[in-house]
Every structure is written in structure tokens, then in C-alpha cells.
């Protein structure tokens, strides 16, 4: 059975930080390309980060040199630091585990508010 579980979420202040955490079980992690993704109140899905099977990365524009998204294939986990958060990073955020189509895997999702 496949989890994918976020943990981290919580509430900070504007310019403050916090880590994100997702554990993958079920899966061969070290084969997947692992995103972090937000949904706003009344937005759509975006993507914020991925980083891929070779440890290559990307970034949503908004965030890039702010957050930084890494992985560790022997605890299978992927983490997303995000520093000098801003009130419109207040989200929910989900962690993926991508393969390909049939191997796509989401997690519950945790909440992110960004607010003084």
C-alpha cells in the first residue's frame, strides 16, 4: 500500500520560515520524481517545486531563492525549507510522488498560513 504522508504545516509570521516534510512508503522512491504543490482558497493547483530522480530541481518563480526543496533516498522523504515566507504563500500543500501516469501518488495535504 502506498502513503504519502506531509507533516510541518502551521502558522508564521511574514519573513519567517518553516520546513516541510513528506515521507513516501510503498513506493521505490528512489525512482520517482517528487514535487511539492499549494492550492489557495478559490485558486488552482500550482506546482512549487520538483526535484527529480538525478536530484535536479525547479521552482515556481515566486519562490525561487526562497525555498529550497530537497530529497533523501535512504529515509525516503523529501523536504521543502521555505524562508522569508510571505502572506501569499498561504496554502495547503501537498506532496507527489510521480512516476508516470500510473504511478502518480498524493498526499493529504498541510496546511501553510502565512499571517501576523
Known amino acids: 500500500q502506498v502513503q504519502v504522508v506531509e507533516s510541518g504545516g502551521g502558522l508564521v509570521q511574514p519573513g519567517g520560515s518553516l520546513r516541510l516534510s513528506c515521507a513516501a512508503s510503498?513506493?521505490?522512491?528512489?525512482?520517482?520524481?517528487m514535487g511539492w504543490y499549494r492550492q489557495a482558497p478559490g485558486k488552482q493547483r500550482e506546482l512549487v517545486a520538483i526535484?527529480?530522480?538525478?536530484?535536479?530541481?525547479n521552482y515556481l518563480d515566486s519562490v525561487e531563492g526562497r525555498f529550497t526543496v530537497s530529497r533523501d533516498n535512504a529515509k525516503k522523504t523529501v523536504s521543502l525549507q521555505m524562508n522569508s515566507l510571505k502572506p501569499e504563500d498561504t496554502a495547503v500543500y501537498y506532496c507527489?510522488?510521480?512516476?508516470?501516469?500510473?504511478?502518480?501518488?498524493w498526499g493529504q495535504g498541510t496546511q501553510v498560513t502565512v499571517s501576523s
Open positions: 526535484i527529480t530522480t538525478g536530484h535536479s530541481t
Open positions: 507527489n510522488a510521480h512516476r508516470r501516469v500510473q504511478l502518480d501518488f
Open positions: 510503498g513506493i521505490t522512491f528512489s525512482l520517482y520524481t
